[in-house]
């Protein structure tokens, strides 16, 4: 059911407060507007933009958090990118990875086709389907009060934490980082694993 509950927060605004203080967190984008925002937010070599493999970002951020079990990871993704791939829910809730949070940056809308509703906008409820899964804390965001509290989880509670931030349709410039998957790759390479990442 479609909800008439009021969107006030700003996508661009969310993502800066959710970087703000990242520390060496590992941080994945789904494609589109996510990735901009993280840009937006200030470039960063603990970035891994995805480009493109819609529906593919939680996946790549498993396989993230099981290569570096002492760093955090977290996935900025949004809506339409998640209920692409929402078979990840299960396999990460049953893998459990305890250093993995999942941010859906939702504006219930599929950005890079024509702004089409998803549909989270008649009333599928990610933060749900993540608890079925498994996933040890879940929530829905709809205000700043509630994003300020939903960051600590995102960097400090057990995992897995999936948290869907309802975000409107305002649009905001578009910042592009790097595009170049190869160089994309090597530079996270090298900071994730430092100079042995080329040997």
Request: aromatic residues 6%; proline residues 4%; contains cysteine.
């Amino acid at each position: 059911m479609k909800s008439n509950r009021r969107i006030t927060l700003n996508r661009r605004d969310v993502v800066s407060n959710i970087l703000r203080d990242r520390g060496d967190a590992l941080i994945v984008t789904g494609l589109g507007s996510t990735t901009w925002d993280a840009a937006a937010a200030g470039d960063h070599p603990n970035n891994f933009y995805l480009w493109g493999g819609m529906g593919g970002a939680a996946m790549t951020a498993l396989g993230l958090a099981r290569a570096q079990p002492k760093r955090r990871i977290i996935v900025l993704t949004g809506d339409g990118e998640m209920l692409m791939g929402l078979g990840s829910l299960a396999t990460i809730g049953a893998a459990a990875p305890l250093n993995l949070a999942i941010c859906v940056i939702d504006n219930q809308r599929y950005g890079e086709t024509g702004m089409q509703e998803t549909h989270t906008g008649h009333g599928v409820d990610l933060a749900a389907m993540a608890a079925g899964a498994g996933f040890a804390e879940t929530q829905t965001v709809w205000s700043k009060q509630g994003i300020e509290g939903a960051i600590p989880h995102l960097y400090e509670t057990d995992g897995p934490v999936f948290v869907d931030v309802k975000v409107n349709t305002d649009r905001v410039p578009m910042v592009l980082p790097l595009r170049d998957g190869t160089a994309i790759r090597g530079r996270f390479r090298e900071a994730v694993l430092g100079a042995r990442a080329f040997d």
